[in-house]
């Protein structure tokens, strides 16, 4: 089961990583619930095994899998997004600067801010949407440009090449969180990108169930680093995430083209809706970047934002849905709707939030693949209520 080198995406998204097991022929990686390995005598030379922090059979399949995905060298898995992030940052010395885009996932505002910069790192943040915003912002102690495209849950877009292009003239590794597009729509490392990162909590775990995270690499510097630092800090992603996060992928690329076709309805559904004030969606012509959202993106994906114009109008909404899922996170087969303001961006602080354009009356749907006319009925009944 050997891929070709000019394998296409759904077909890497199956097989990349994954041999048949060994001892039994097993199609599917097992699952390898075992914290270490016998040897077969003192000093003698292993079958590459030593103990469960250091290498597991199935996340080393995960890994080569979203590493093939992401079109990267090497990826390493780590207990959750976070963990992926915060490890990322060991690469870095007191006084480096990270440069990140505003408007980040509000973990990782919170990360930066209140643990990281305890310990000398400096981060600054510019809408990076806003290419002529860059260079100006870059300082010479600039390590990392982070970016997020499409932001939560303003879902500005950064065009990934030409912000690539502007860090390499000044030696800054470009970072991209690809959580929120999935690498069906972008792989931000053929765009220029050194470094992706992912929440496998989302989109490419795809079913609500584990948390995870990603780091994907291309040079063979942070390569050694991170796979010296992931079992030095140890913040690794146990064997049964790995095996449900390899399933995900696996059905990728259906789940993505369903994402994308349901939220084209919706968002085009709420935009005409006379109880919504604004909807913002890349796919709409609407959308201040929906040009460069054509040009990058594959499809535009399962995030939509609107607003409803208060508080009240939000509160009443979201006690009305019965089909949509109130919770936090995205990216899963069920819809899942949010209130940025009170939920997931609550870390940060209110001027923040209202210069970001967080509104008291914003709400935030990650589409599902359900049948479309069933969102859409379940949002015309609990807008109707407004
Ligand atoms: C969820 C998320 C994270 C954090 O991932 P966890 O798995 O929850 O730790 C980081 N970035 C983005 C864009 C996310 O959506």
Redesign the pocket.
């Known amino acids: 089961m050997k891929l070709k080198d000019d394998a296409r995406f759904s077909t890497i998204c199956i097989h990349a990583g994954q041999e048949p097991d060994p001892a039994t022929g097993a199609i599917i990686t097992p699952i390898y619930q075992t914290s270490t390995y016998v040897q077969d005598g003192l000093g003698r030379p292993h079958a590459g095994f030593e103990y469960g922090r250091t290498q597991n059979p199935t996340r080393m399949a995960l890994e080569r899998n979203i590493a093939a995905i992401e079109a990267g060298t090497e990826a390493f898995a780590f207990?959750?997004?976070?963990?992926?992030?915060d490890t990322l940052l060991t690469r870095l010395e007191a006084g480096d600067h990270v440069l990140v885009s505003d408007n980040?996932?509000g973990?990782?505002f919170r990360l930066f801010e209140r643990v990281r910069r305890k310990f000398g790192l400096d981060f600054t943040y510019v809408d990076t949407s806003r290419p002529e915003l860059i260079e100006p912002a870059l300082r010479p102690n600039t390590q990392y440009l982070f970016i997020?495209t499409p932001?939560?849950p303003m879902l500005h877009i950064t065009d990934i090449q030409c912000a690539s292009n502007l860090a390499h003239k000044h030696n800054v590794k470009v970072v991209v969180?690809?959580?929120?597009a999935s690498p069906y729509i972008q792989r931000p490392l053929t765009l220029g990108a050194d470094i992706v990162?992912?929440?496998?909590?989302?989109f490419l775990n795809g079913h609500s169930d584990s948390?995870?995270?990603i780091v994907i690499l291309k040079h063979q510097d942070d390569v050694d680093w991170m796979k010296f630092v992931q079992n030095a800090a140890g913040a690794i992603l146990g064997p049964m995430d790995s095996w449900l996060i390899l399933r995900g992928t696996k059905t990728l690329t259906v789940r993505m083209e369903r994402t994308n076709e349901n939220a084209q309805v919706i968002a085009e559904f709420l935009e005409a809706h006379p109880k919504v004030k604004r909807a913002i969606y890349p796919g709409l012509a609407s959308h201040p970047h929906h040009r460069l959202a054509r040009k990058q993106m594959k499809g535009f994906g399962g995030l939509i934002s609107f607003d409803v114009g208060s508080l009240e109008n939000a509160k009443t909404f979201l006690e009305r849905v019965r089909l949509m899922a109130l919770a936090?996170?995205?990216?899963g087969v069920e819809t899942l709707i949010s209130h940025p303001a009170i939920m997931?961006h609550a870390s940060v602080p209110k001027e923040r939030r209202a210069m970001l354009g967080i509104t008291d009356g914003l709400i935030r749907i990650s589409v599902g693949i359900e049948d479309v006319e069933d969102l859409q009925a379940d949002l015309e009944q609990a807008l109707s209520a407004l």
Do not use: P, Q, R
């Open positions: 207990a959750s997004g976070m963990a992926a992030i980040t996932y973990g990782t997020e932001t939560n969180d690809n959580t929120f990162l992912h929440s496998t909590t989302k948390v995870g995270g936090e996170s995205l990216g997931t």
